[in-house]
């Protein structure tokens, strides 16, 4: 599809229409296409990601708040974490067939790309970030209200638990506790890396946790290291020595 008729079926599909049409096309260029056409300095979506990271942060937040204005602000933590982790993100991306405008580099698109979560989820920050640059605050917050906040009742019923937020939780329960996530190894090439995290709670190593990126291999950990949490006292299956107690 030639871009500029991709552009029309994007703006069509998000009810927009951009003032600078390089910034939603700069939100679906993988970093893997950007460097295989190195020589026409083209912008990936990286830095787009980290606006629409921010941005999403902040009305998500925002939303949560005036939506549920007796709950504790622990509780609208944990729904924030669960709406706007990896697999919600690629969720939607995916209801918005994101996946089909994506520009990925060869290596990319043949190891699968086009389907993971973790591409899908940097790209729906990405055009999230160019809304914002692009049309302001009010527009990417109608955005959302329209594609995620309200369908987030179903979000918070189908993604996966927050297994770092959960493992914290429960952990601290028994006093003050030191929780590390160490990244330990780091393997594949650009296009296909395999991270490898070490969970620790006060230097003693509970759990290891891979994924396709840090943040897979981290909620993996937790997950295994749910498996030394007393699950009807919630105490760490550990030696007393590496406990320290809250006063």
Do not use: W
């Amino acid at each position: 599809m030639a871009m500029n008729r991709t552009i029309r079926v994007i703006e069509k599909q998000l009810n927009l229409t951009f003032k600078k049409p390089e910034l939603i096309q700069q939100a679906f260029r993988h970093t893997s296409y950007a460097n295989e056409q190195a020589r026409r300095h083209l912008p990936h979506y990286e830095r787009l990601e980290f606006l629409g990271d921010a941005v999403l942060e902040l009305l998500s937040s925002e939303f949560l708040y005036h939506s549920y204005p007796n709950l504790p602000e622990g509780k609208l933590t944990r729904m924030r974490a669960q709406i706007v982790q990896e697999k919600s993100l690629a969720y939607l991306a995916r209801q918005l067939k994101f996946n089909q405008f994506l520009q990925l580099g060869k290596g990319e698109e043949l190891s699968g790309g086009r389907e993971r979560d973790s591409i899908l989820a940097d790209c729906f920050e990405a055009v999230l970030g160019a809304i914002y640059e692009d049309q302001g605050l009010e527009v990417a917050k109608d955005y959302l209200n329209r594609v995620m906040f309200s369908q987030h009742q179903l979000l918070l019923g189908r993604v996966t638990q927050d297994h770092k937020t959960l493992f914290q939780e429960r952990v601290q329960k028994q006093g003050t506790v030191q929780i590390d996530y160490r990244l330990k190894d780091k393997q594949g090439p650009a296009h296909d890396q395999i991270f490898t995290v070490e969970l620790y709670v006060n230097d003693q190593h509970i759990a290891t946790g891979q994924g396709s990126s840090k943040k897979q291999a981290e909620m993996q950990a937790a997950e295994l290291g749910m498996a030394s949490v007393d699950p009807k006292t919630g105490s760490l299956k550990l030696p007393d020595s590496t406990l320290r107690k809250g006063g």
